[in-house]
């Protein structure tokens, strides 16, 4: 396994080239590839349309495997004049680089299992039920890698690693080690009464004026993430302080909005992060040409098996549009 710490460059460059050396191009001679063109935009169009998440953050294909993340539309200033001439504004490309490495998904099911699925009475909708599975665990286990991904391992160990930790490099852990850490809180900070910080409001609202970059923080794409169980403690913090009907409606609204923006909580981001930044800005990157699907009745094992082959990675499309305290630095108080 490669760790993700200090050395990421190093460590993603390192996977990309073993992995890549002796052959005649990065698309590994012999493991490749039939879903091109028509199909794999449908194939793309399934899983954007799995979970509504997936719709929000970018999603993109690329012929290298490797480079720099390109944030085109950036809330910077365009717009100005110059005495006897034409005022411009340089499109500024300061995302993350990326490296994609050989991602497969899969799941089977045993003979025996579909027979009691079609014995339930969806005999007829069995292909339609079974593709619609598959299209949400593909795209769920690309944001549980997203949001929890730090390294790069030859073989994964799905049992110690059961959010994909050593999958791929995920968004976090990008912001983590740009700038030497200086959009991510990682020191030991209370969140209560009597803690460093009252309440989640004003800890997000610290991470929109002080940590997201100057010209993002009016943004109006700007969202907050918060973990699970952050948001429980906001909501049990609320009702708790609920005496009048007025105020318990308003504890039941309370993690749709903080610090005056968008709340939302994303699947499997873990549950004491709390995380600033906007959604077209977390990326993942799929190298064009390379997807393998295979939907197919395996015979030698009595099994129905689904799996989606291809080069993957994440990038954020810019570092300082995103600011999270991490969830180790993080202690409630009830």
Known sequence: MFAFKGQKPVAARLYHEKKTSGTNDSLHQGRRFSLTGKKENILR????????????????????????????????LHTGRVDNGRFRKQVNINGTEFWLSETDTCAKMSYSEMA????????????????????QAYSLDMLRIGFNGKSIA??????????????????????????????IISKSL???????????????NHLITDIIAEPFRDDPRLVVLIGAELAAHQRLRLFNAADLPANVSAAQMATSSIAGRFALIPPFMP??????TTLSN??????????????????????????????????????????AVDESAMTLLY
């Not at 009691?116 to 299209?135: A, C, P, R, V």
């Not at 209370?190 to 997000?204: C, K, P, T, V, Y």
């Not at 009745?297 to 994440?314: A, Q």
Request: net charge negative; proline share 1%.
């Open 154 to 183: 030859d073989t994964t160990d799905p049992v110690t690693n059961k959010k994909g930790e050593d999958v791929n490099i995920g968004w976090h852990a990008l912001a983590k080690e740009h700038a030497n850490g200086k959009q």
């Open 190 to 204: 209370s969140l209560g009464e009597s803690g460093d910080w009252d309440n989640i409001d004003l800890l997000a």
């Open 116 to 135: 009691d699925i079609y014995n339930l009475g969806i005999q007829g909708d069995f292909n339609k039920t079974m593709d619609e599975f598959f299209s």
């Open 271 to 276: 549950g004491k992060r709390l995380a600033v």
């Open 45 to 76: 169009a399934s899983i954007l349309e799995s979970r509504w998440m997936m719709s929000q953050i970018t999603l993109r294909d690329v012929y290298a495997a490797s480079g720099n993340a390109i944030n085109v539309g950036a809330s910077e």
């Open 282 to 323: 977390l990326h993942i990157y799929t190298q064009a040409n390379t997807r393998l699907f295979r939907a197919e009745f395996d015979e030698d094992n009595c099994e129905y098996v689904h799996s989606y082959l291809r080069n993957e990675g994440y990038a954020l499309g810019n570092p300082e549009l995103y600011a």
